[in-house]
């Protein structure tokens, strides 16, 4: 339970920043490493939204109170999917082909921490 509250203040942070970051300023004046910044605090907002989501998932299907280090693992890489779709929004790039592509990247990637790990 202490890693669950790490996480969720940690995204509550990085929330709050990600709201200041958007209505204080824009892509043009923020350059390169506001960029950066921007997608990182993305991530780790998702990163608490997915642990939240899988907490509540492992509390009703199976019974379980507490997650893992395998199930933290599968939150960081769902938290990914996100960010790789905003990637692919800012190309203009969304299609069925680059949201199949996505899809099939995260379920290699949750295959290899299932099988590694």
Excluded: C
């Excluded at 190309?91 to 995260?106: D, E, Q, Y």
């Amino acid at each position: 339970m202490k890693h669950n509250r790490i996480i969720y203040s940690i995204s509550i942070i990085g929330l709050a920043a990600l709201i200041l970051m958007l209505n204080l300023s824009s892509p043009t004046e923020i350059g390169p490493f506001g960029v950066l910044l921007f997608f990182t605090t993305v991530y780790v907002v998702f990163v608490g939204v997915f642990t939240l989501l899988l907490q509540v998932f492992f509390r009703t299907a199976f019974g379980r109170k507490e997650l893992n280090s395998k199930d933290y693992l599968y939150a960081a890489v769902l938290a990914f999917a996100p960010i790789m779709l905003l990637m692919a929004r800012s190309f203009g790039a969304i299609n069925l082909w680059t949201i199949s592509l996505i899809v099939i990247f995260i379920s290699l990637a949750e295959f290899l921490v299932k099988k590694r790990i």
